[in-house]
């Protein structure tokens, strides 16, 4: 994927949405949306009681999901749907669901259910060794993170332990949508360069066009969460109205990454 992207002058354009909200068949209508809005690639959220990385609004979406019975193994058929849809998938998990379902079987159904990785933001890379082995035979991409206080020997062994992508977090706090993105990130993203050839996608904080084409200047990736779940919320009209907003929103970030803007320039 990002050999294409990069071929075509741009960043990639990185959509999230916990599985499962507001309801199952809501979530398969949503993902597609994201799909046909411009999205390259979709992380599939593993609903989880103790989000810690994340933000109210991500965590009652999660909640909200668990309620109405969502499990991983309907995760999985969701990645199905994405697939079948024509579009990429990787899954952002806490660990504790994957220990639950079985590490080994949590890669090879993935894996089968066309999955291209897994993103794990509380695992760290000292522990995850019988976990990439997992990835490894099953041909899918572990997925770790790096942070604005991550030195730089534990980025570049962060890094030797990813594949696909390094996600670096603009931040040191929880998801959510903010008015500016973070001043960190463009350093962060300049020292993970400096260690490391993987594509770099930059998340937290980002919802709108302006913000992903701010990113896109400097990122291989634009990774966009509680804006797509907001969005969803807020949308009238059911099912049919967020699917909708959900995919207006994918067409503006996708021009957004089309059209890189350094901060300074914008308007």
């Known amino acids: 994927m990002f050999a294409a992207t990069r071929a075509e002058g741009r960043a990639a354009l990185v959509g999230y949405l916990p599985a499962g909200y507001p309801d199952a068949d809501t979530s398969v209508a949503l993902f597609r949306a994201m799909v046909e809005g411009g999205c390259d690639l979709v992380e599939v959220g593993m609903p989880f009681s103790d989000p810690v990385l994340d933000g109210p609004v991500i965590q009652d979406a999660q909640q909200a999901s668990l309620a109405a019975g969502f499990s991983a193994r309907k995760l999985i058929t969701l990645v199905e749907s994405v697939t079948a849809a024509g579009g990429r998938a990787v899954v952002m998990t806490y660990f504790n669901p994957v220990m639950a379902y079985g590490v080994d079987a949590f890669a090879r159904d993935l894996a089968s259910a066309g999955g291209a990785g897994v993103i794990t ?145 914008v308007a």
């Open 121 to 265: 933001p509380d695992l760290i890379v000292d522990e995850a060794g019988p976990w990439r082995s997992a990835m490894d035979a099953a041909g899918l991409a572990p997925i770790f993170l790096v942070a604005p206080s991550t030195g730089p020997e534990r980025i570049a062994l962060t890094a030797g332990a990813t594949r696909g992508f390094l996600y670096a977090a603009s931040t040191m706090g929880v998801t959510g949508a903010r008015d500016q993105v973070s001043s960190a990130a463009p350093g962060l993203v300049a020292r993970c360069r400096e260690l490391t050839d993987l594509p770099i996608g930059v998340g937290l904080g980002v919802r709108t066009g302006r913000q992903a084409a701010e990113i896109a200047s400097y990122a291989d990736a634009v990774i966009v969460g509680s804006a797509f779940v907001s969005i969803a919320k807020a949308a009238d009209n059911g099912a049919v109205g967020a699917a909708r907003a959900v995919a207006a929103l994918a067409e503006e970030l996708a021009d957004g990454v089309r059209t890189p803007t350094p901060a300074g320039d």
